[in-house]
């Protein structure tokens, strides 16, 4: 069945909840479908390997291993390798994936001559916006969960495994340092809720899949570098990306909330303000493809 097929027979059912979770069931499936999409996690689940691999060749035969807070602890315990292939990708490689997935969500559809055939069955616009949010976020939680299995597998693999040693130098155990790690990838797959709702808006604005994709990625690494001027302070802690380290602070012995929830406040500001904008722009949008 093809994707506008399976819109179709989605669409017509009426304007309810179960009306929506099948919609976005078929969003999701449809997502992970894709192969650009399988390539997408396949790369971030390398991603963890590589930096495992390269952090014992580098600290094979010494003991305290080295370098910054997050790779030093590595040595020590392999599951840190889930705390630093997090901290390391998040900057980067995860949000770039993130945008290449929002920024298709709309102007993909229009690229690919389904997105009327979407809008032709009663689905309403409103409604199919909010089941490409909603699958977009899926992805977010997928991907982070993809690094975080990905780093704890290869640091079982490569380093000892036991108590785990936190920034502020206490220790826990195992179980409980799994907890934590649950805890910080979902808190990165929620930091990136602002930037899926920054891709859903630019997506509205095109026709043109490759054009919403690259316009959301050069986006993410814009402000990336707008956020490590000092001269632009004032504005850096508006910035989405800003406080998207901020899950180090769950790393403490007693884990410190501030950052946190400025940091998830900032986002459903963005998801807010973003959001809007995607539907007033998608709601009054000639769609002729």
Not at 142 to 156: D, S
Not at 247 to 268: P, T
Request: aromatic share 8%; glycine share 10%.
């Amino acid at each position: 069945m093809s994707q506008a097929e399976v819109a179709v027979a989605v669409g017509v059912r009426p304007q309810t909840v179960p009306g929506f979770l099948a919609l976005f069931r078929s969003e999701v499936g449809l997502t992970f479908r894709r192969a650009r999409t399988i390539a997408l996690l396949g790369i971030l689940a390398a991603l963890p390997v590589l930096i495992g691999v390269v952090v014992r060749i580098e600290t094979d035969g010494n003991e305290g291993g080295g370098g910054p807070a997050f790779v030093a602890q590595v040595t020590q315990n392999g599951l840190f390798l889930v705390f630093t292939a997090l901290a390391l990708t998040l900057p980067v490689f995860l949000p770039m994936s993130v945008g290449v997935v929002a920024g298709d969500a709309i102007a993909g559809e229009a690229a690919g001559g389904t997105l009327r055939y979407l809008l032709v069955a009663p689905a309403g616009r409103t409604r199919l916006l909010a089941a490409k949010f909603t699958a977009a976020l899926v992805y977010c939680l997928v991907a982070t969960g993809v690094i975080a299995l990905a780093a704890l597998a290869t640091g079982a693999a490569l380093f000892p495994m036991g108590e785990v040693t936190l920034l502020s130098g206490d220790a826990i155990g195992p179980g409980a340092a799994l907890l934590r790690a649950l805890l910080v990838a979902l808190v990165v797959a929620a930091s990136l809720a602002g930037l899926v709702a920054i891709g859903l808006f630019v997506s509205t604005l095109t026709g043109s899949g490759i054009a919403a994709m690259a316009t959301t990625v050069v986006l993410v690494i814009t402000v990336q570098i707008l956020d490590s001027f000092p001269q632009l302070h004032t504005i850096q802690p508006y910035l989405f990306t800003h406080h998207w380290l901020s899950f180090g602070d769950l790393l403490r012995s007693r884990m410190y909330w501030d950052n946190v929830l400025e940091n998830l406040g900032l986002q459903a500001l963005y998801v807010a303000v973003f959001g809007s904008a995607a539907w007033a722009r998608f709601s009054s949008r000639d769609i002729t493809a």
